[in-house]
């Protein structure tokens, strides 16, 4: 039966098997070292492919390593071989083991059932490349004949770059054992993009990533896990750990414990403290304290390998509550400017406050929330406390500024809790009757400060109107009041500013609350006017023309453009024109900064045209007879033509391109073409702007 085992992520709890059990199947894969160590200083000319492992443990029967094939993701089987060189690196191994573990060569090439077997892929491996120091037990090594170089497996694909999740895709690569005997086989699949470095993240440089290994358990639901030790055999050190698995010996109550082992490990037995265990020789114990656990109770599970030491392991379990931590200050939690506030906490052993300082007290000068975690041995508790901003005052003084003759103003202070003006009132506002300078001084708990306002006395308005009393026709002219900050004028508005488009007279009420004032302009409007006449509107070039301004005022300016470049400044002008054409006629009268225009059109016209005309013939007769021998068009008026000759099958014959031209009956070679009828396509222009589009036939005969 094939087991097939695919590789998933899994805590490392479930990642060793205790190696006493013995496979009820053939073989059990248990790990591969896909990614060897060969370092070029400690192993010159070494190859990765003469460095990678397999660990695997035998069935019930004895097991001849002749009996044993790989079928490896890459490269192929060269048997497993036994002899003087395999010899020599097993010693090499052994001298490098300072636990009480041994690697033996199975004995006439035969491994006892149940056992824990290293499978090298190469009698020429380097010795130097992977440590076997930690090796607690006896562990049965085979080599693959040397012969392959180049890797067994395939490393990771997740790049050189290292990130903290797979990023190169799945990637399985499929290890197969078989026990030829009985053709029983055993195979593990693992996933390239899970296996991890030395930091326990994915990808990065190969230095980081040899020692990869891919650890696989049986029997059951298959599970596998990766690891990376470094440059480590994959053997199974003799290791204890105690984990704390639930409680707490705080606030008197208990803990759960565990331990977790590696290698052959027997014989647990728990110790320390005062207090009692549930169970002192398993695994899992609870721990309840006993009256003598103060402080930080030392607590040790021990464990017997085949090494003559045990193996131990101890974990610190404090006792006591859980810490309460509050904040003081050294003054009221508000800040003046430039002031600062001592704020130290109590109630833990340490600190660590969310001002990134971990002293038990700190100086803050600014406002806010500041908090602080405190951690003593039986865990962690916050406090925190607000901080207020309490500002120096901002005094300032508000009211009106100006009054009338016999008036009051109401003053009055912001920006303090206290107040002294300097009329020695201490009230919050204060009434004025004369013009003057008034002060006032504002105190809080954070210090003093000051304001000052003039007050003057308001006089009576004094109204006036600014703008351009005089407006041209069809424009306007805006007129601005002055003296006061309300406006009332003769029109109704209440703006400063008002627009005028016609002439009259205009006034205003200003008022500023001391009084009234009146003032008013005449806006007048200029009478400016265009208008002319002329001789005539139309006629042949050259054409005189005479114009007759009816333009007002009477001795306004004038200026006159006659639309071919020349103009006049007389009152009326005449003017020839000279050459055909439509030519605009514009007048410009301006009087007392005003001006207003007038347009008319002149049309010139030039010499009539002749109409053109144009035929073209049907038949010729290029015999040399001397009678209609060439074909030639008859036309009145032409200037360009352009006349393509072609025969039944649209090739070109002859062609007429100037005016006056004639087609003699011959191709551009100069050959005769044959009685026949042809075919033109004809274009020309008339002097009249009149133009020809034609097609047609024409008949030769000779």
């Known amino acids: ?39 070029s200083d400690l192993c010159p000319g070494s190859s990765e492919g003469q460095n990678e492992m397999v660990r695997f443990r035998t069935g019930p029967q004895s097991t001849a390593i002749t009996d044993i094939e790989a079928d490896w993701p890459n490269n192929s089987w060269r048997g497993l071989e036994q002899n003087a060189v395999t010899a020599q690196v097993t010693a090499e191994l052994n001298a490098t083991i300072e636990s009480c573990g041994w690697l033996l060569e199975p004995p006439q090439g035969i491994i006892p059932p149940g056992s824990p077997v290293l499978m090298v892929t190469s009698s020429a491996m380097c010795t130097a490349a992977n440590s076997f120091a930690n090796l607690g037990d006896t562990l049965y090594i085979v080599f693959q004949a040397a012969g392959n170089t180049a890797g067994h497996f395939a490393n990771q694909n997740n790049g050189n770059t290292e990130v903290s999740a797979p990023s190169g895709g799945e990637s399985l690569r ?123 109770v030392v607590l040790q599970v021990c464990g017997q390998g085949q090494c003559a030491d045990p193996v131990c392991a101890t974990i610190s379990l404090p006792t006591g509550n859980a810490p309460v931590v509050t904040i003081t200050a050294n003054g009221p939690l508000a800040i003046c400017p430039g002031e600062s506030l001592v704020l130290t906490a109590s109630g833990a052993d340490s600190y660590f406050w969310n001002t990134q300082q971990t002293t038990t007290s700190i100086t803050v000068t600014q406002p806010g929330s500041y908090s602080v975690l405190g951690t003593g041995a039986c865990g962690s508790a916050t406090a925190s406390v607000d901080v207020a901003s309490s500002p120096g005052p901002t005094v300032a003084i508000f009211g009106q500024l100006a009054i009338c003759p016999g008036g009051s103003s109401l003053l009055t202070a912001s920006g303090a809790d206290t107040f ?128 007759q301004s009816q333009s007002t005022p009477s001795g306004a300016e004038h200026a006159w453009t006659f639309g071919d470049g020349q103009g006049s400044s007389a009152t009326s002008p005449s003017h020839t024109y000279l050459s055909p054409g439509v030519y605009p006629v514009v007048l410009t009268v301006t009087a007392s900064g005003c001006s207003v225009t007038a347009q008319s059109t002149i049309t010139v016209l030039g010499e009539p045209v002749e109409a053109s005309e144009l035929t073209v013939p049907n038949v010729f007769s290029p015999n040399g007879d001397g009678h209609n021998d060439l074909f030639g068009l008859i036309y009145v008026g032409i200037t360009s033509v352009d006349m393509e000759i072609m025969n039944r099958w649209g090739q070109l014959v002859g062609r007429i391109q100037r005016v006056g031209q004639e087609w003699d009956g011959r191709t551009p070679s100069g050959e005769n073409v044959p009685d026949g009828t042809y075919f033109y396509v004809l274009k020309a222009n008339g002097a009249d702007g009149k133009r020809y589009d034609l097609n047609g036939t024409v008949t030769l005969l000779r």
Do not use: H
């Not at 029109?491 to 627009?499: D, Q, V």
């Open 420 to 547: 002294v003006w300097s009329t020695s009132a201490t009230s919050v506002s204060i009434t004025v009757t004369e013009p003057g300078t008034y002060s006032v001084v504002g105190t809080n708990s954070c210090g003093t400060a000051s304001a000052s306002v003039d007050v003057t006395e308001l006089p009576g308005p004094v109204a006036g109107i600014t703008g351009n009393t005089t407006i041209c026709p069809g424009e306007s002219t805006v007129l601005t009041a002055t003296g006061g900050p309300s406006y009332l004028w003769s029109n109704g508005a209440t703006t400063a500013s008002i627009t005028v488009s016609a002439g009259g007279t205009y006034s205003v009420t200003v008022d500023n609350g001391c009084g009234t004032d009146v003032a008013q302009v005449v806006v007048t409007e200029v009478d400016v006017d265009a208008a002319f006449t002329s001789s005539v509107t139309s006629g042949t070039a050259p054409l005189p023309v005479s114009f």
């Open 174 to 296: 499929t290890l197969i054992l078989t026990y030829l005997p009985t053709s029983c086989s055993d195979s593990a699949t693992y996933d390239r993009q899970l296996l991890v470095n030395v930091n326990g993240l994915y990808g990065g440089t190969s230095a980081i990533n040899d020692g990869a290994t891919a650890e696989f358990s049986w029997p059951g639901v298959p599970v596998a896990t990766y690891v990376n030790t470094g440059c480590q055999a994959p053997v199974i050190p003799l290791s204890v750990e105690v984990q704390q698995v639930a409680g707490s010996l705080c606030d008197g109550g208990t803990v759960t414990l565990a331990a977790i082992t590696q290698g052959d490990i027997s014989q647990l037995q728990w110790t320390g403290g005062t207090g009692t265990f549930s169970d002192p020789n398993e695994a899992t114990t609870t721990y309840t304290p006993g009256p003598g656990d103060v402080g930080n």
């Open 1 to 39: 039966m094939d087991l097939q085992r695919l590789v998933l992520p899994v805590a490392f709890l479930f990642a060793a098997q205790a190696w006493a059990q013995v496979p009820t199947k053939c073989l059990e894969i248990e790990s591969i070292l896909v990614d060897a160590c060969n370092p």
